[in-house]
């Protein structure tokens, strides 16, 4: 999943980035609202963190622009002290909100309530031939044997599993899977589908990660 942070705090990012990378979430930053602005309305996420006291445009700037083209959902964070913010924040459409200093176990659990919210009509449980993806326990089997994968490998085919037949670039994939400073150019994607395609497809006759040339790569089930 893919999280986007608005937060002029260096150390709350960096917290924050560490924390939920661990958890295996893509995280992008922005340091003032005129960026996150930008961000938001430019790329895909899953949930945005947004803080109410912000550089350039405040937190109430940066949910309205959103509001006006997209629902992603929103958790604004306030000082504990300001309860007008967070009844402002509600009433302009955010859709939860938390207060400084805040847990990061309630956060992280917040963000996959708020994530889910928003997928209800997608399935947790992916198939791809005798392929089964979990995307919430973060686990895959194949033809009931469960995959030893690293975090960014169950990213990575999570990503391919929830478009499977459709063909990823390489921008498409490093957006996905990594965040948007990412360099697409190095090696890293190839290395990263090479690691993915010796666990998922080393062991077994029939293969479901496919490349195909000067397009990208593509998860799905073919014709012997």
Avoid: C
Wanted: aromatic share 6%; glycine share 6%.
């Amino acid at each position: 999943m893919k999280v986007l942070i608005v937060e002029d705090e260096q150390k709350v990012v960096d917290y924050l980035r560490s924390g939920l990378t661990e958890q295996g979430w893509v995280v992008d930053v922005a340091l003032d609202g005129e960026e996150g602005t930008h961000l938001a309305l430019e790329f895909d996420y899953d949930v945005v963190v947004l803080d109410v006291m912000l550089p350039k445009r405040d937190g109430f700037a940066v949910l309205g622009s959103l509001r006006e083209r997209k629902s992603t959902p929103v958790i604004m964070l306030t000082a504990r002290d300001h309860v007008n913010d967070r009844v402002r924040g509600l009433r302009e459409g955010a859709d939860d909100y938390l207060t400084k200093p805040f847990s990061f176990i309630e956060l992280v659990e917040r963000l996959h309530a708020l994530a889910r919210r928003t997928r209800v009509q997608e399935s947790t449980l992916i198939s791809v031939g005798d392929l089964f993806v979990d995307l919430i326990g973060r686990r895959a089997t194949r033809d009931g044997h469960r995959l030893d994968l690293t975090a960014k490998e169950f990213q990575l085919l999570s990503v391919l599993a929830r478009r499977q037949g459709d063909i990823l670039s390489k921008t498409a994939i490093t957006e996905l899977v990594w965040d948007v400073n990412f360099d697409s150019h190095t090696n890293v994607v190839e290395t990263a589908i090479k690691r993915l395609r010796a666990k998922l497809d080393g062991p077994f006759t029939t293969k479901l990660l496919h490349t195909v040339r000067g397009m990208g790569y593509v998860l799905e089930v073919r014709e012997a």
